[in-house]
């Protein structure tokens, strides 16, 4: 039997040592395709150049979101203007015309005006004051205790025949609620500014997560970054930001098959040196170090404006992307197992992932001071799409660690 | 460079360690014909083989600054080809239990039967084989692994590997004795 399977196995082995066949030119054609390998490798100016179209979108944004605001406010402030117009609109006197010029010319003075009383000195003359205490009591009409065009409104509706008799009271009267509200003018201008401060806060982070996927080994990580959170209303801020992380991956199970080629030249480089190679012996690592863009959205459930929901996704661009392989060989003639290092691939500035992974967060606002806030925010980010060329899946958790400057929700 | 077309291997292979295509071009077209042979022993499918082929020379090219060249290049590509074309069929390549391995009586056969096979008779009985046992075949008869390596490639136990290989001989054997038959 042994002779005769000898004898079979031998004549496969004549067969095919001397197998012939055509079709050589065809093949080297094909192997032409993928061989020498084509670089990928994007020049520098197009990654600079996504980068720079991602900062100028992210930048126009928010240069709208605050022109928006502002636009708002305006509005807001025309329309109450024009919705309580009484004791101005039946006077003819300069402050009439002044004031009616303020109110219905919808223009940059309105805003300029504002900005100037709150600097304007008290000891400005009558008429360079008026219009500016006009438009300011205009301007802040929704706040209680200084709605001195309501009061004025009042005033004529309770007595509209005494309007005209009225008339120097009146200018005495602003002149002093002027006066009066001096003061509290300065002081509602910087309360002003910290509210315009909170429609846009700044914060910066730092980043400890994990790394997994399926049954991979899990690695630990660091980033580090800045947000800005604007407000969309009360409740809801917009969240965008920018970090640099780095992203660490070892598969031993589930190896993605775009990093097969790898798995494979690490069993190679074992083949070559003689030593056999297991089938599912192979660690790839992946690594990048990465860029991300997270853009989310943050509900603040209660008015205390200590917890947060997040949610959002995360895009990213790379720094450096380095992918390797290796594997434990067996040598069965010293019967000893030795590790061979598999082909590297590596590359710089290259690639952007819009959206690679989601992101869900709970954000706990721990108060440093006035102006200052921590944040313990617990996040995971599931994989949507994958890193880098190799469309690595990684799924990641951690702690953002947040302090936030110069404002509070 | 001029190239000759009856340069050894050994010259064609310190061309190709340069990288010159036209070199490695010729080295592809001289071992083509064997690439295929073995390619096509794992694979069966012409095009598959192709495939598995082109990786393996591609591979080769390489990591050919790797090979020394006091050794044979034969041998050494036909570890990358075999490694390749386990690697392209083990997806495939299905871990039977034995219990699921039907019993095949042993059956002479005869010498002078297996003189006239084919290469083309040769695949049409392994086609007929389950993958695993026809891998197995391959690695341990043709390529000369042992049942320890076969048990690593293939992540099996190595009694399954010798399992595999009794099994697809006594299968041969039978699809050999019936085709004699029908001949």
Same mark, same amino acid.
């Given at each position: ?7 079979? /196995? ?242 031993? /199970? ?112 721990? /108060? ?42 | ?27 592809? =077209? ?37 090979? =020394? ?115």
């Amino acid at each position: 039997m042994n002779t005769l399977d000898d004898k079979f /196995s031998n004549h496969i082995k004549a067969v095919f040592e001397e197998f012939d066949t055509e079709g050589a030119d065809y093949g080297w054609a094909e192997l032409r395709k993928d061989f020498p390998s084509k670089s990928s490798h994007k020049p520098l100016y197009l990654w600079l150049s996504g980068i720079a179209a991602s900062l100028l979108l992210a930048g126009v944004f928010l240069f709208n979101t605050n022109n928006n605001d502002s636009f708002k406010n305006v509005s807001q402030q025309n329309n109450t203007a024009k919705a309580t117009p009484i004791a101005p609109q039946k006077t003819d006197s300069n402050l009439d015309k002044a004031t009616n010029k303020e109110i219905n010319t919808f223009d940059k003075k309105i805003v300029s005006a504002k900005i100037v009383k709150g600097i304007a000195p008290a000891n400005l003359e009558e008429k360079q004051l008026i219009p500016v205490s006009i438009t300011d009591t205009i301007i802040n009409s929704n706040e209680p205790g200084r709605d001195s065009a309501n009061l004025l409104a009042n005033v004529v509706a309770v007595k509209p025949d005494s309007v005209k008799t009225t008339k120097p009271t009146i200018l005495e009267f602003l002149q002093k609620e002027n006066e009066k509200e001096n003061k509290p003018v300065l002081a509602s201008a910087g309360k002003k500014a910290r509210e315009d401060k909170k429609n846009a806060l700044f914060d910066v982070y730092t980043a400890t997560f994990l790394n997994y996927y399926a049954d991979n080994p899990v690695k630990v990580n660091a980033g580090a970054g800045f947000n800005a959170n604007i407000r969309i209303n009360k409740n809801v801020y917009l969240s965008m930001g920018a970090g640099i992380s780095e992203t660490n991956i070892t598969y031993q /199970s589930s190896v993605p098959s775009s990093l097969s080629n790898l798995s494979s030249s690490a069993a190679d480089a074992a083949l070559i040196n003689g030593y056999v190679v297991g089938a599912n012996g192979t660690k790839l690592d992946a690594r990048f170090l990465n860029i991300d863009i997270p853009v989310a959205v943050k509900f603040y459930p209660g008015k205390s404006g200590k917890y947060y929901l997040s949610t959002g996704v995360n895009s990213s661009t790379y720094l450096n992307q380095k992918y390797s392989s290796s594997i434990s060989g067996f040598n069965p003639y010293s019967n000893s197992y030795s590790d061979f290092k598999g082909k590297t691939e590596e590359s710089n500035f290259k690639g952007f992932d819009f959206a690679n992974s989601a992101i869900f967060a709970i954000g706990i606002n721990q /108060s440093l001071g006035k102006s200052s806030t921590l944040t313990f925010e617990p996040f995971f980010k599931p994989s949507l799409r994958g890193y880098g060329d190799k469309n690595i899946k990684i799924n990641t958790a951690g702690l953002n660690l947040k302090l936030s400057l110069g404002g509070k929700k | 460079m001029s190239i000759k077309h009856n340069a050894s291997d050994a010259e064609l292979i310190k061309e190709c360690k340069k990288g010159d295509l036209k070199h490695q071009e010729m080295l592809y =077209k001289r071992f083509y014909a064997y690439a295929m042979g073995v390619a096509m022993r794992y694979l069966i499918n012409k095009d598959d083989a192709l495939v598995v082929v082109n990786d393996a020379f591609i591979k080769a090219f390489n990591a050919l600054h790797t090979f =020394k060249d006091d050794l044979e290049f034969k041998p050494w590509f036909r570890k990358i080809l075999v490694n390749t074309a386990l690697d392209s069929k083990r997806k495939n390549l299905k871990y039977i239990h034995d219990s699921e391995i039907p019993e095949v009586f042993q059956q002479t056969m005869y010498p002078s039967a297996i003189e006239k096979l084919s290469a083309a008779d040769i695949l049409n009985l392994m086609k007929q084989l389950p993958e695993i046992h026809h891998v197995v075949f391959n690695l341990y008869e043709i390529d000369g692994y042992s049942h320890k390596e076969i048990g690593l490639m293939l992540n099996i136990p190595e009694s399954s590997s010798r399992t595999y290989l009794t099994r697809a001989k006594q299968a041969l054997q039978k699809l050999i004795q019936s085709d004699l038959i029908k001949i």
